[in-house]
């Protein structure tokens, strides 16, 4: 991966962070130890020739002696494509869409195309195993939304989303893939992870689905490893991560800065009281938010678009905003006295602007953590860190104190 696009789609991190960040990651530059590995261990996995080779052999009987090409995509852009000869169906979570997923779904298209296939890609909001064990289940790291957007980014022509419920689980694991995987997603052939099953009591394992695309004449192939630098990226350790308020080392597995989108909402005015005006944001609940006090570019309303799948310098090519520098602090308040109970906010100080932005939808990219969160002994001594961590993101931001 080119260091220069170590911030991904969303932004990216300030020059003076990017480097300090890219020397801290091993094997520098970011981009180096990137690969993909097959499992050697799992009877089923086939690799990439193996899979080329029965798919071509499928689409070589369909043409009559002639491999059909790759569809071209439409005007309409990602998402909107011609129906054609069928789709190279790839079935998991995705969640976060790392480093590893970005690597997987490039590997994925490039099969398809080879193929005369196109991608289409079906994730789970949350991981079933939720739905099986509740306690188990943990925040996520971007919501269907944001995933789909992100997915179909990275040049995949279909994208499905499936909230797993009692109907996935009670479905016969025949049904699922004759009348899903076949017939719905016109599948031309199938990639899943070495774990993955599916349909009732999990009946619908590898063993069964390779011989169920044999009996059709479709492909079938096992997703290969990805490392980075000898190790596996994977949500979890982002997600462990984010929650030690570690933003720095999570953007690097992610490949661009970690955010979370919600809408301003009234809070309780302490923020103007205190001379530093903040929006309060409403987020979805199942998200994961790193606790503390971070420097963030803020997005949405006058900063530019929302949408993460926009790259901040197209929309300051256009002559538009590109974010916002900001100070977000995430955490209970514990130094100032309340009426009720001390809930976790997620406020935001967007700094040298004073404005109107309740009913706004923003996106906050976290960038940097300043420090964790900490009872001061008065407001005044309040205010005095509030100006240290203002002046720090301004310095981060290259801009004077």
Not at 61 to 69: L, M, Q
Not at 146 to 160: A, F, N, Q, W
Request: one cysteine or more; hydrophobic letters at 35%.
């Amino acid at each position: 991966m080119d260091p220069e696009r170590l911030g991904g789609s969303r932004g990216g991190l300030p020059p003076a962070l990017r480097e300090r960040h890219l020397r801290a990651l091993p094997g520098h530059p970011a981009g180096r130890g990137i690969r993909l590995r097959r499992d050697p261990e799992h009877p089923a996995a086939r690799g990439s020739r193996g899979l080329r080779r029965r798919l071509g052999r499928k689409h070589r009987e369909v043409g009559r002696g002639r491999t059909v090409p790759p569809p071209a995509q439409s005007p309409g852009g990602a998402g909107r494509v011609k129906e054609g000869p069928g789709y190279l169906v790839t079935i998991g979570t995705f969640d976060g869409v790392h480093l590893g997923h970005q690597k997987l779904l490039r590997w994925v298209q490039e099969r398809a195309r080879e193929a005369g296939l196109r991608g289409r890609i079906v994730f789970f909001v949350h991981p079933p195993h939720f739905f099986f064990r509740p306690d188990h289940a943990i925040p996520l790291l971007t919501t269907s939304r944001e995933r789909k957007s992100l997915i179909l980014e990275m040049g995949i022509d279909r994208v499905e989303v499936l909230n797993f419920g009692p109907r996935w689980a009670k479905m016969p694991h025949e049904r699922f893939f004759s009348e899903y995987i076949v017939k719905r997603w016109k599948a031309g052939g199938i990639y899943v992870g070495r774990d993955f099953a599916f349909g009732k009591g999990r009946q619908g394992d590898l063993r069964y689905l390779e011989e169920a695309c044999r009996r059709r004449g479709l492909g079938f192939g096992i997703l290969p490893l990805v490392r980075v630098h000898g190790r596996k990226i994977s949500s979890s350790r982002i997600r462990k991560l984010l929650s030690a308020g570690e933003v720095a080392r999570a953007d690097l597995m992610l490949g661009r800065p970690y955010s979370v989108s919600g809408v301003v909402v009234h809070g309780e005015g302490l923020g103007r009281k205190l001379g530093f005006p903040t929006a309060n944001l409403r987020l979805a609940k199942d998200i994961i938010v790193p606790p503390g006090v971070f420097h963030v570019r803020v997005f949405g309303g006058p900063f530019g678009s929302v949408r993460a799948s926009e790259r901040a310098e197209l929309v300051a090519a256009e002559g538009g905003p590109a974010g916002a520098d900001a100070v977000c602090s995430v955490g209970y308040r514990p130094t100032v006295k309340l009426r009720g109970p001390h809930l976790l906010t997620t406020e935001v100080h967007i700094i040298d602007w004073e404005g109107d932005l309740y009913g706004d939808t923003l996106r906050v990219e976290f960038l940097q953590r300043l420090r964790g969160e900490k009872k001061f002994s008065s407001l005044d001594a309040l205010k005095r860190g509030i100006r240290k961590d203002i002046d720090r993101c301004r310095s981060n931001a290259g801009g004077p104190p």
